[in-house]
């Protein structure tokens, strides 16, 4: 299980090396976040919508994964049938014990390579490294040349108003943002998948899939103006709480830092979620920069915004934690 577990892990970070995201009409997260959005709208009882849907919504998500993995090995192995020991015949389950036999067959090599494929191109679909940085990167370029693209462009990163935003405002909100999408689009699916694996990869998938379900109902739902997002948002605040401080010390470890986690503490409880603040913080203290968002947090305050120079490095500190993430998921399935 370990080796398959690790070959999952490997699959999903290849691909999402080499290719782009699946468009949105076919997207696994564009989907559940069309389900999330049928629950955006006014209810008698907001609050108790809110629990039904941050407990079924994200387990559906989970159980549709799980099937998906879990069918495409027993598919293959269905079609293999094995006659053991006393000729009793047992199809379909991969391996097969009749009689005082055992009987493998090539069909169950073969469904457990299918089991790996499939898992692996569910795990890159529940996974962003590639596009994360890419727009990150897109951003910060584009900041002194055009400000107005780099401001529409920053969009896809953060939750603001980027109308008004500065050039050095802008290349700060790319490598915020960056910092703290790499906790929910990277580290938290991946360390699910990890646990999850020491069962089997099929549940390991389910376990990231329950992970994103949960981040895609808290930024679509989670916000202090909707009853109805409540208990996403402090379902997501648990469930963050590990990947976020895991992210933190993959991204001093990235810049070679790690004197940046010891100053991150004095900023990572600034902004009012009590995860984002870690990797956030971590990225200021590394780069030597101010990091801010008008009206809501400063991190690193004595510090200069950052210059293109230092924003291009804050994104290339991001890719490369995002890169130790994936060996980390895939040495800890592995053991």
Known sequence: MGLTALAVVGTAAALDAGFSEPPGRVHPIALFGR????????????????????????????????????????????????????????????????????????????????????????????????????????????????????????????????????????????VESAAENLADGLVAPLLAFALGAQASVAVGVAAAAWVKGVNTLDSMLGYPDRPVGTASARLDDAVMWVPARVSAVLLAVAAGSPRSLVDARRWARVPASPNSGWPMATAAAALGVRLEKRDAYTLNPEAALPSIEEARAGVRTVALAGALAFLLAGVAAWL
């Open 35 to 174: 389900v999330v959005g049928a629950v955006d709208r006014e209810w008698t009882r907001p609050r108790a919508v809110g629990v039904a849907a941050a407990v079924v919504l994200p387990l559906g998500f989970a159980a549709v994964a799980w099937g998906v993995v879990a069918g495409s090995g027993t598919v293959v192995a269905g079609s293999g049938t094995v006659v053991a020991g006393s000729g009793t015949v047992v199809a379909g389950s991969g391996t097969v014990v009749a009689g005082g036999g055992t009987g493998i067959t090539g069909d169950d090599r073969v469904a457990a390579v299918a089991t790996a494929v499939v898992a692996g191109l569910a795990l890159f679909s529940l996974t962003s490294l590639r596009m994360l940085v890419s727009v990150a990167r897109d951003v910060t370029e584009a900041a002194d040349r055009d400000a107005d693209a780099a401001r529409e462009s920053a969009i896809a990163l953060v939750g603001r108003d980027t109308s008004s935003l500065s050039a050095a405002e802008i290349r700060s909100a790319a």
